[in-house]
């Protein structure tokens, strides 16, 4: 099979035109293609006038493929035909613990129960199903379960986001972890789109088809169930302590995998008791900003607007004082969400179903943070900084009500308010100054940002949108240090994963560690 690269198409072409396309790039007739299907596709907007499809194309062609080839030049090679395929017949004592139902645990489990290994997977929070009910609970102006919200249950933090499947990182794993997303339940367009996403209505039967098959391999999972500790016989896990409903249980393992998520901040303070080695380490705090739809989708793609897809964006700056500032988890046609995980505090995340035809369009506008930012001697300092942020946007209004300012305010700047934006989150907002729920650096760096990014996008350069605060949650503040076997370099058999352990950002990061912590088990 060769693969063609960067072929044009026009935005509203066919499938059926895919072999046309094929044979002008290889130089053959029609007649000579036996198919043509999409690897990769993506929007090329960079020019308004000239918007069209970027594809890269899988085709079979009848004779020599090299004999094809060797005639041109530039973007046509044979398909590169590596696949993840793992296995193993080790066999365990006791079964590994995963601790952790989002995507890293999940793949994690998976991979082990598909290899005999019957894994038991541990979860603060409910099943997806269970799980929706609350969060829509809360989100109608009900009390919060700080055991399970947007950060805690099964699917993780990004059930409750949009299901982005895009990832800057190069990984073999990756087209595996897209096959079993569709082969349980998600669209096939995530195979070949360039940035993929499931949506947060259809992740949640995906997640549901995912741990069907785990149980149907004999593994078990425990949800709404709390790890509280472990502990060592020698220098190598031998046990670990769960409560459940106020019971409190023990499980012998020698494998335990943390794929704890980044909002497990009371793991994070047992780990430190124990003397697990952890570090400090950058992450990000903003507020989202929120745009209508359609004014985004004309800001993008002009008079296509109505021909192509919900339109996203992704921009940066970078600062006089060498600070970034930069969107993260663009959610086109979606809402901003309450995603707060303890009481007293309030952070904010974004979310898109499948269809992303809300009335608007959101997205993390971030400042990064620095360990030289926080740090006071205390490995969880960054922890610690998120927590006086969110209890400030918390406390500004109080009962879940988030703070919200349009971003004329915001910059006092009156002028450019091209539309005029209702906010989305639920169960309320209420509008106020933002600036005061920051420090300094970080509400100075923003107005700064948001400034530059108007020079570089007309979206930007709306200021009738709004600023909801704030969203502390993009990354976690901590990382777990491992060895080269990805194991810890404190305890034998305890493998930081994911997330929330410092080596993954995104769903899809964090299922290809999860695949590798199983790779190492297993091996």
């Not at 080790?90 to 613990?97: A, E, H, I, Q």
């Not at 990182?169 to 087209?175: A, F, I, L, P, V």
């Not at 080269?484 to 404190?490: D, I």
């Not at 993954?504 to 695949?515: E, K, N, T, V, Y």
Request: proline share 3%; with cysteine; charged share 25%.
């Amino acid at each position: 099979m060769i693969t063609i690269n960067n072929i044009k198409l026009p935005t509203e072409y066919e499938k059926s035109e895919l072999k046309y396309y094929a044979s002008k790039a290889l130089k053959i007739s029609v007649d000579s293609i036996k198919s043509a299907r999409l690897q990769k596709i993506s929007i090329d907007a960079r020019k308004k006038q000239d918007i069209h499809y970027v594809a890269n194309l899988d085709v079979e062609v009848n004779g020599n493929e090299n004999a094809v080839l060797k005639r041109l030049k530039g973007n046509a090679k044979l398909k590169d035909s590596k696949e993840y395929n793992f296995s193993s017949n080790k066999k365990f004592n006791c079964s590994p613990v995963v601790v952790g139902a989002g995507p890293a645990g999940l793949f994690c489990a998976l991979l082990l129960a598909r290899n005999g290994a019957k894994p038991i997977i541990i979860e603060r929070g409910e099943k997806v199903e269970d799980r929706t009910r609350t969060i829509e609970s809360f989100w109608n102006g009900n009390s919060l379960n700080p055991m399970s919200n947007v950060q805690f249950g099964e699917g993780g933090a990004g059930t409750f986001s949009d299901g982005k499947l895009n990832t800057g990182t190069k990984d073999y794993r990756q087209g595996f972890i897209l096959r079993e997303f569709v082969n349980h339940g998600a669209s096939e367009d995530i195979l070949t789109n360039a940035k993929p996403h499931i949506g947060t209505d259809r992740l949640k039967n995906t997640i549901i088809g995912i741990r069907e098959e785990i149980e149907s391999l004999g593994g078990i999972f425990k949800f709404s169930t709390l790890f509280t500790d472990f502990s060592v016989k020698g220098d190598r896990i031998c046990e670990i302590s769960v409560v459940n409903n106020g019971y409190k249980e023990t499980i012998s393992t020698e494998n335990l995998v943390l794929a704890t998520g980044h909002s497990a901040r009371d793991t994070f303070s047992m780990l430190k008791l124990k003397g697990v080695e952890m570090e400090q380490k950058a992450f990000s705090i903003g507020a989202r900003i929120e745009h209508g739809r359609d004014f985004v989708n004309y800001c993008q793609y002009g008079a296509f607007k109505d021909k192509l897809p919900t339109a996203d964006y992704k921009l940066s700056t970078h600062l006089s004082s060498g600070r970034g500032v930069y969107t993260f988890c663009m959610c086109p046609g979606g809402y901003v969400v309450n995603a707060s995980s303890e009481e007293g505090m309030l952070c904010t995340n974004g979310m898109s179903n499948f269809m992303r035809d809300a009335s608007n369009s959101n997205s993390a506008v971030l400042v990064s943070v620095l360990p030289s930012d926080f740090d006071c001697g205390d490995v969880l300092d960054g922890i610690k900084l998120q927590r006086k942020i969110e209890q400030a946007a918390y406390n500004k209004i109080g009962n879940n009500i988030a703070p919200v300012e349009r971003i004329s305010g915001f910059l006092d700047c009156k002028s450019k308010i091209i539309s005029s934006v209702e906010p989305s989150i639920k169960p309320g907002y209420e509008f106020t100054h933002i600036s005061d729920i920051f420090p300094d650096f970080i509400a100075n760096s923003l107005k700064e940002g948001i400034f530059d990014l108007s020079k570089k996008s007309s979206i930007f350069a709306d200021f009738g949108g709004v600023l909801t605060a704030a969203e502390t949650r993009s990354s976690s503040p901590v990382r777990i240090v491992r060895n080269e076997e990805l194991q810890s370099v404190t305890v034998k058999g305890l493998y930081p994963c994911g997330e929330g352990a410092g080596y993954a950002g995104g769903i899809m990061s964090a299922a290809c560690d999860g695949l590798k912590c199983a790779e190492k088990i297993l091996s």
